[in-house]
């Protein structure tokens, strides 16, 4: 399904005019969804920088964290391993035990699949980096940028840019 509209808007206090278009936006079946995470146990399956982002965002909104994958990156360790449960080893089915939500956040898709499928099984909420996507649970995009865009650049191309060299995830 997508769903077209017109759109004439000027953004205040940005150089920013989006003039008189045509817009496809495609519907979605994902619903945006907040949680109060705040102590609860929040499973994080990765040990490298996707899974740092998602380890601090937890961190940042009060979750408890167990953090699990064979090989976990420094700065996991530096800022979140004195305050939360870190297992250098692989996943294991019982890692879940008493988890809120779920993230799979490694490089093997397989491993991914694996642990939203566990998730499932177990009525679990999950964020799981697959083949195919996010699986179940969809975080709504979040953008924080105090930034004048370029003059010659409207700000899908600015955001583009920012995604391309990895700035903005």
């Not at 964020?127 to 709504?140: D, H, K, Q, R, Y």
Request: with cysteine; proline share 3%; hydrophobic share 40%.
């Amino acid at each position: 399904d997508s769903v077209s509209c017109d759109f004439d808007t000027r953004c205040r206090g940005l150089d920013i005019t989006i003039r008189r278009s045509r817009m496809a936006v495609t519907r979605s079946h994902m619903y945006p969804l907040f949680l109060d995470i705040k102590n609860k146990l929040c499973l994080v399956v990765g040990g490298g920088n996707v899974a740092f982002r998602k380890a601090e965002s937890l961190d940042n909104s009060g979750a408890r964290l167990r953090i699990v994958a064979p090989s976990v990156s420094d700065e996991i360790k530096n800022l979140l391993g004195r305050t939360h449960e870190i297992l250098e080893r692989g996943y294991q089915p019982h890692d879940l035990k008493d988890c809120f939500l779920a993230i799979a956040a490694t490089d093997d898709h397989a491993l991914n699949s694996k642990v939203a499928s566990d998730c499932r099984e177990a009525e679990i909420l999950v964020n799981a980096f697959t083949s195919i996507g996010l699986e179940n649970c969809m975080p709504a995009a979040t953008l924080y940028i105090w930034q004048k865009i370029p003059r010659k650049m409207n700000s899908v191309n600015f955001a583009k840019k920012l995604l391309q060299k990895e700035i903005a995830i």
